[in-house]
C-alpha cells in the first residue's frame, strides 16, 4: 500500500467516524423527538385510532395474548390492551403536561420575585421553598389524598406543589445574575420601571432555562404520575391510564398473563426514556452545554 | 429661584457608605462639585476612586444598601430625596448616561431599534413610529451609516464602536440636559476612541448639553472638559479650569498623576508611577488620603485631613499645595533617572 492510499484511507475512516460521532449525538435526539411525538399524537388521536372501547369489557375474551383481533392482547375482564394504552396516553400525558406547565409558570414567577425583591422577600420566599423541598412528593400526595380524597387532580395539584423548587431554585440562581447584569442598571437609568424590566426583559431572557428545566422535569413527573396511580392516589379505576394499568395487570404476572403490566411499563419507560434525552438536547442547545 | 444662579447639577459635600462584609463602608468620603449649564467637567480619577458612584449618585442608582449623607441637586431639586416616580422622571427626561462597555449594558436578545425606542415609548408614551423617526435621525446624527438596517440588528451584530454611538444615541434619544459619560471610550480601540469623543463633544455643542465626563486620561479630560475635578480614594482633592491642569494644578497628587503620563517625545522612557497602591475610600486614616504616597508629605499630612480651600481660579485640598509652597519637593524637578539609580542601590 502507497502512503498516498493509506493516508487517503486514514482520512477515510477519521472523516467516517466524525460523522458517526455527529450523527450520533443528531440521532438519538432525532429518534427522541419522534418517540414523543408518536405517543403524543397517539393520545391526540386515540379515539379515532383505538380499535376498541377501552372501557369494553369481553368476558368470551379475558387474558388473552397476541391475536389479530387483540394485538396486544386482552386483560383480566377482556378489555383490549392496546385500546387502553391509546387511551391512557391521554390522562398519562394530560397529568404531568399540567404539573409541569404549572410548576413552571408559578416556580418561574416566584423565583424571579424572589430575586427581583431580595432582601426579606427573597429569605421569605426561599425558606418556603426549602419547607416544600424537604417533603418527598409522595408525603404530600398521601397528605393530600387523605384531606381531599385520593384522585388524578389531587395528585396534579400535589405534584405540582412538590415540583416548584426544583424548577424555583434553579431559576431563581439565574435570575439574580441576570439581574445584576449592567443592562438591567441601563435600563433603569432609561427612567423604566421594575415591573417592565422584569416582564420584558428579565424573564425573557430566562425563558431557554425554563424551558429545560420543565422539559427535563417532564419525563419524571409522568413517572411520579404514574407511581401515584399505581398505588391508588392517581387516576381511579376504571380509568385508562398507564400507572393503574401496571397496577390492574400485577396479579396476572404471576398467573401467566403478564401482557397488561408488561406494555403498560414498557409504554412508561420508552417516554420517559425519551423525554429525558430530548430534555438533556435541548438543554444542551438552548443553554450552551450548561447543566 | 432662578435658574441663572443655580447650578445644573450640584454636589454638597455628598457621602456614601456601602454595605460591605457586615459593615457600612466609606466609599465616597466628600464630594463637593457644581456644573453649570452648559459646562463640561472631566471627573478623573484612578479605579476605585469613586467616580463612577459620584456619577450613579446623580440617577439615583447607587448599589443596594447604600447610605447618602450630603447632598446631589439637579436643577436645584435634591436628589436623594425623590421618590420613585420623580427618579424615573428624571432619568427618561432630564438626565442620561453613556457607560463604559456597550456590550454590556444593553440586553443582547434584543434589537437595537427595540433598545432604542422602549424608554420613549414605554416611559415618555410617544407613539411607536414617531419615536422610530427620532431615533433613526439620532442615529444618523451619530455618524451610523445604514441606520434602518441597524434598527433591525441585534447588538452582537454591531462592532464596539458602532455600539456605543447606538448608547449615546439613547442617551439622546431622552433630550436630556444633563449627559453622565461613564469613561465612554475606555473599552474601544483608539481611533475609534477619537470618533466616539468627537461625537460626544459635537453632541454637546448642537444642544447646550451639561457634561459630566469620567475617565483616567488626564489629557483627554483636558482636552474636552471645561473644568477638571480630581477624585482620589473618595474624596475630590482638586478642581481647576482645564486649560491650566497641566502647568498650575496645586494639588500634589494632581502633580504625580501628571508627571506619570508618558512622553511621546521620549523613546523608551521609563514610565514614573506614583509609587505605592491607590488606597480604598475606607482605608483612608484620619489625615491626608493621599499623604502616604506623597513625597511632599509632613506630619501635618499624616494627622489633619486638609480642607478644600481656594487655590488662584480652582480648589485644591491639600495643606501643602504645589504652588503655594515652592520651599517642598517638586515632583517635576526630580531627575527620573536618579529615582530609577536608587532604586537598583536598594
Same mark, same amino acid.
Do not use: D, G, K
Given at each position: 500500500m502507497t502512503s498516498y492510499q493509506l493516508a487517503s484511507v486514514v482520512g477515510r475512516r477519521a472523516r467516517a467516524a466524525r460523522l458517526r460521532r455527529l450523527l450520533r449525538g443528531k440521532l438519538v435526539l432525532v429518534a427522541a423527538g419522534a418517540v414523543v411525538a408518536l405517543v403524543v399524537l397517539a393520545a391526540v388521536f386515540a379515539p379515532l385510532i383505538a380499535p376498541y372501547d377501552p372501557n369494553a369489557v369481553d368476558p368470551m375474551a379475558v387474558s388473552q395474548g397476541s391475536s389479530a383481533a387483540h394485538w396486544l392482547g386482552t386483560d383480566d375482564t377482556g378489555r383490549d390492551i392496546a385500546s387502553r394504552l391509546l387511551h391512557g396516553a391521554r390522562p398519562s400525558l394530560l397529568a404531568p403536561l399540567v404539573v409541569t406547565v404549572g410548576a413552571g409558570l408559578v416556580g418561574t414567577a416566584l423565583a424571579v420575585a424572589a430575586a427581583w425583591l431580595g432582601g426579606w422577600w427573597d429569605r421569605a420566599i426561599t425558606a418556603v421553598l426549602d419547607v416544600v423541598f424537604g417533603f418527598p412528593g409522595l408525603v404530600l400526595a398521601v397528605v393530600g389524598a387523605a384531606v381531599f380524597g385520593a384522585g388524578l387532580k389531587i395528585a396534579v395539584l400535589t405534584l405540582t406543589i412538590a415540583y416548584l423548587p426544583y424548577v424555583a431554585r434553579v431559576v431563581r440562581g439565574s435570575a439574580l445574575k441576570e439581574r445584576n447584569l449592567p443592562y438591567v442598571a441601563a435600563l433603569r437609568m432609561l427612567g423604566l420601571g421594575g415591573g417592565r424590566i422584569v416582564l420584558r426583559h428579565v424573564v425573557p431572557n430566562l425563558l431557554p432555562l425554563v424551558l429545560v428545566q420543565t422539559a427535563t422535569a417532564f419525563g419524571y413527573t409522568l413517572l411520579d404520575v404514574a407511581a401515584f396511580s399505581f398505588i391508588g392516589l392517581g387516576a381511579q379505576p376504571p380509568t385508562a391510564e398507564w400507572g393503574l394499568m401496571v397496577a390492574q395487570g400485577a396479579p396476572g404476572i404471576l398467573a401467566g398473563a403478564p401482557q397488561e403490566s408488561l406494555y403498560a411499563g414498557l409504554a412508561i419507560v420508552v417516554f420517559v426514556v425519551a423525554c429525558s434525552l430530548l430534555g438533556a438536547g435541548l438543554s444542551q442547545r438552548l443553554t450552551g452545554g450548561e447543566r | 429661584m432662578t435658574t441663572a444662579t443655580v447650578p445644573l447639577l450640584e454636589f454638597d459635600s455628598l457621602r456614601v457608605t456601602l454595605p460591605l462584609g457586615g459593615t457600612q463602608r466609606t466609599v465616597i468620603h466628600r464630594v463637593d462639585l457644581a456644573l453649570a449649564a452648559g459646562s463640561a467637567v472631566g471627573l478623573v480619577g484612578e479605579s476605585g476612586s469613586g467616580k463612577s458612584l459620584t456619577a450613579r449618585s446623580v440617577l439615583g442608582l447607587l448599589p443596594e444598601g447604600a447610605r447618602i449623607e450630603g447632598d446631589v441637586r439637579f436643577d436645584g431639586a435634591s436628589v436623594p430625596a425623590m421618590r420613585q416616580a420623580e427618579l424615573r422622571t428624571l432619568r427618561s427626561r432630564h438626565a442620561a448616561m453613556v457607560f463604559q462597555d456597550p456590550r454590556t449594558h444593553i440586553n443582547p436578545l434584543r434589537t437595537v431599534g427595540d433598545f432604542l425606542t422602549e424608554a420613549l415609548v414605554s416611559? &415618555? &408614551? /410617544? %407613539?411607536r413610529a414617531q419615536a422610530e423617526a427620532k431615533v433613526v435621525a439620532l442615529l444618523r446624527e451619530v455618524h451610523v451609516a445604514d441606520a434602518e438596517r441597524r434598527m433591525r440588528? &441585534? %447588538?452582537? /451584530?454591531?462592532?464596539g464602536g458602532l455600539l456605543q454611538r447606538v448608547m449615546i444615541a439613547s442617551a439622546l434619544a431622552v433630550e436630556p440636559r444633563l449627559l453622565l459619560a461613564d469613561e465612554p471610550t475606555t473599552a474601544l480601540d483608539v481611533t475609534t476612541q477619537a470618533e466616539v469623543m468627537a461625537i460626544i463633544d459635537e453632541a454637546r455643542e448642537n444642544r447646550g448639553l451639561t457634561l459630566l465626563f469620567i475617565t483616567h486620561d488626564l489629557a483627554l479630560a483636558a482636552a474636552v472638559c471645561d473644568r477638571i475635578a480630581v477624585m482620589y480614594a473618595g474624596h475630590l482633592v482638586e478642581e481647576l479650569p482645564a486649560r491650566r491642569l497641566v502647568g498650575d494644578a496645586a494639588h500634589r497628587y494632581t502633580r504625580a498623576l501628571l508627571a506619570s503620563r508618558p512622553d511621546p517625545t521620549v523613546p523608551d522612557a521609563r514610565l514614573r508611577a506614583v509609587d505605592g497602591r491607590p488606597l480604598s475610600a475606607f482605608e483612608a486614616g484620619p489625615g491626608c488620603p493621599f499623604a502616604p504616597r506623597c513625597a511632599a508629605a509632613q506630619e501635618l499630612c499624616h494627622r489633619e485631613r486638609p480642607e478644600p480651600r481656594a487655590v488662584a481660579d480652582g480648589r485644591a485640598a491639600c495643606h501643602f499645595p504645589h504652588a503655594v509652597d515652592p520651599q517642598a519637593v517638586d515632583l517635576d524637578a526630580v531627575d527620573p533617572h536618579a529615582a530609577d539609580t536608587e532604586r537598583t542601590a536598594r
Open positions: - | 416611559v &415618555r &408614551r /410617544e %407613539p440588528q &441585534r %447588538p452582537s /451584530e454591531l462592532s
